[in-house]
């Protein structure tokens, strides 16, 4: 008994550090004063503040961008390139495996700095595309690893079998492989859109002159101190991933009822 | 079959965005001269040299692993019960509280260092409670505890999902057969349980390890301007002062102690093929 109630009170204790400061924060923003130790009175004005600072706007705009353009191109890339490695054997295989695994345990810090050498290297302005190129090359190994298991778990035969029926490769693709490995396709895309919305470090790094993402302008604003308009901006952004978190999972669901 | 073609572009896209990028990262750290210009390159060790012949510099080195290995043992010794409560409960209430572990990562990273900042700061809420009592405020912010807890805040939850996940598909067979055979709950525990975990408890230390050594951000907002770890001194050179040769010497440095933990960890993981993405 008194197990049990010493188990209910640590968990309750790891799960209060884990919120209390994301509740504090949303709080907060709706505090109508700029100290955030007292509590002044309910305001949306942080809000407002919000949507009329141009820098921010602009900010969340080129984060929408370059979360939907890299989140396509890598689904793209990584689903025809997970078909690849799935028909693939022995030593390039591994190779390729290893390889891909390496923006997913190499230190953002690290992954950052040689992209930004490699844009230096090759004369490319840095700016949106440098962003955007950075992205799709961090995004694509988690789309690889979300389609693969999906590969593995298709009946190797089907494909097969709908070209022995006359299909070409491609129609084989396209109706039998494709549909196949979806719930995957989706849920590597899905993954790549928030981590690429997410992106701080290698955003900071291979931005270009007064071009910034959301991360990047919370980072420069939190370095000049608090900032209501932060919490505010905070608050939107926790509840708009919320809603992705459980789209995600449903999703998750979905597959897993499928699966049996 | 045909389809193995397909690995073409992303074999191009890994060759161009990966593999000579990091052979540029080598080439930096391996020479000298005008970081804008590659005609004045010379193959030199000067950065390297420069790195270990300063006390400055092994000072910041061996600050940012200790920094980072008291983050990590925190989080084993505060994750491990945890996952493994939350492992004994039913299916239905452990998918709950795992998926309420999950969520605060989907904040943004840089919003919860921030969040630490409003409660923390000399008029923070921390500050606020203790001088209602009549107490001097504290100086609770800019220091190395400060970076410690912001470390602990935001890496835990990649020691917890590992442990937890190894510890539900443990066979409970095993347990109660330790049982039958007349072990009591701590010996199982130790002998079974403990040893079962360990490729959880290896990947957690590598998942949390890695972000931890290589951090700029929670020192740069959490621990002021004079407590620079390995990440910042590799951030100034790359965005301020512009030795970029310098800045990937440390990056190089930095590495090799990844690859030294991972060297130790993935022992103990038997299951790196396959699946991969562990945490989802």
């Known amino acids: 008994m008194v197990n049990k109630i010493l188990k209910r009170f640590y968990t309750f204790l790891i799960f209060l550090f884990l919120y209390a400061p994301i509740i504090v924060l949303i709080v907060f923003s709706f505090n109508n004063s700029k100290s955030r130790g007292v509590w002044n009175g309910f305001t949306l004005k942080w809000y407002i503040e919000l949507f009329k600072d141009s820098q921010v706007l602009k900010a969340l705009y080129n984060t929408i961008l370059i979360a939907i353009s890299s989140s396509l191109i890598s689904t793209i890339l990584g689903t025809i390139a997970a078909i690849g490695i799935f028909y693939m054997n022995g030593f390039s295989k591994k190779v390729i495996l290893n390889l891909n695994y390496m923006p997913v345990l190499n230190p953002d810090i690290v992954t950052a700095v040689s992209l930004m050498t490699l844009y230096r290297f090759l004369k490319i302005d840095f700016g949106l595309l440098t962003m955007l190129l950075s992205h799709i090359t961090f995004c694509i190994p988690y789309v690889v690893l979300s389609v693969l298991p999906k590969l593995k778990q298709m009946n190797k035969h089907l494909p097969e079998a709908a070209m022995d029926l006359g299909a070409t490769p491609m129609y084989a693709l396209r109706k039998v492989i494709i549909p196949e490995i979806m719930p995957g396709i989706i849920t590597g895309g899905l993954m790549a859109f928030t981590l690429s919305i997410d992106d701080f470090v290698i955003s900071f790094f291979n931005t270009g002159h007064g071009v910034s993402n959301l991360s990047i302008t919370i980072y420069s604003m939190a370095r000049r101190g608090i900032n209501p308009v932060i919490n505010a901006l905070s608050t939107l952004m926790f509840i708009g991933m919320l809603i992705l978190l459980l789209i995600i999972n449903k999703r998750a669901d979905i597959n897993n009822e499928e699966r049996g | ?280």
């Open chain 2, 1 to 280: 079959m045909k389809f193995k073609r397909f690995t073409i572009p992303y074999i191009l896209w890994l060759s161009l965005f990966i593999v000579i990028p990091l052979l540029l990262i080598v080439f930096y750290a391996l020479s000298s001269g005008d970081s804008q210009n590659f005609s004045t390159f010379e193959f030199s060790f000067a950065s390297l040299e420069r790195f270990f012949s300063s006390p400055v510099y092994i000072k910041v080195l061996i600050r940012s692993v200790r920094l980072a290995v008291v983050s990590t043992v925190i989080c084993l010794i505060l994750g491990y019960p945890i996952a493994y409560i939350i492992s004994k409960e039913n299916p239905k209430k452990r998918n709950v509280l795992i998926l309420m572990f999950v969520i605060p990562m989907w904040m943004n990273f840089l919003l919860r260092t921030y969040a630490w900042l409003t409660l923390l700061g000399k008029s923070g809420i921390i500050n606020s409670i203790i001088m209602k009592l009549g107490f001097q405020p504290l100086e609770l912010l800019y220091n190395d505890t400060a970076i410690l807890l912001g470390m602990v805040y935001n890496f835990l939850p990649f020691m917890v999902l590992p442990i937890f996940s190894v510890l539900t598909k443990i066979d409970f067979k095993l347990i109660e057969a330790a049982e039958d055979l007349g072990a009591n709950k701590i010996t199982t525990f130790r002998r079974v349980v403990f040893p079962l975990s360990l490729p959880g408890v290896m990947t957690g230390i590598s998942m949390v390890f890695i972000p931890a050594v290589s951090t700029f951000v929670i020192s740069d907002l959490l621990g002021g301007s004079k407590a620079s770890l390995i990440g910042n001194l590799i951030e100034q050179q790359f965005r301020y002062t512009g030795d970029w040769h310098f800045g990937s010497a440390m990056s190089i440095i930095l590495m090799v102690f990844i690859l030294i933990t991972m060297a130790l960890t993935s022992k103990f993981d038997k299951e790196k093929e396959g699946e991969g993405g562990g945490l989802w």
